[in-house]
Nanobody, 121 residues
Framework: QVQLVESGGGLVQPGGSLRLSCAVS????????MGWYRQAPGKQRVLVAT???????NYADSVKDRFTISRDNARNTVYLQMNNVKPEDTAIYYC???????????????WGQGTQVTVSS
């Protein structure tokens, strides 16, 4: 089985910083894209940032120049550095990975359990 364990959420003041982590474990052959999504109360889950194994990083316009996604392939871990956070960044943040468990398997999407980020003074 594949597990995604997120950490780093919490309460932060406007203008502050927070770093989210998502570690992927289990039987994994290869990981292609890794990313973060968020879901605010009463709203749909939306893309925050994605990082393919090869290619360009994609950010939501609302977080460009404030958030940075990175990945450590040796540790199968993806990070989201959140700087200059705003109250509208308050949401549950979900890690997403697209991977193959075996070479002959198809690509599959997996989700983390979500971590709450609250931006408030």
């Amino acid at each position: 089985q594949v597990q995604l364990v997120e950490s780093g959420g919490g309460l932060v003041q406007p203008g502050g910083s927070l770093r989210l982590s998502c570690a992927v474990s289990g039987v994994i052959f290869s990981i292609s894209a890794m990313g973060w999504y968020r879901q605010a109360p009463g709203k749909q889950r939306v893309l925050v940032a994605t990082m393919p194994s090869i290619g360009d990083i994609n950010y939501a316009d609302s977080v460009k120049d404030r958030f940075t996604i990175s990945r450590d392939n040796a540790r199968n871990t993806v990070y989201l550095q959140m700087n200059n956070v705003k109250p509208e960044d308050t949401a549950i943040y979900y890690c997403n990975v697209n991977l193959k468990r075996r070479a002959w398997f198809r690509q599959e999407d997996y989700w983390g359990q979500g971590t709450q980020v609250t931006v408030s003074s």
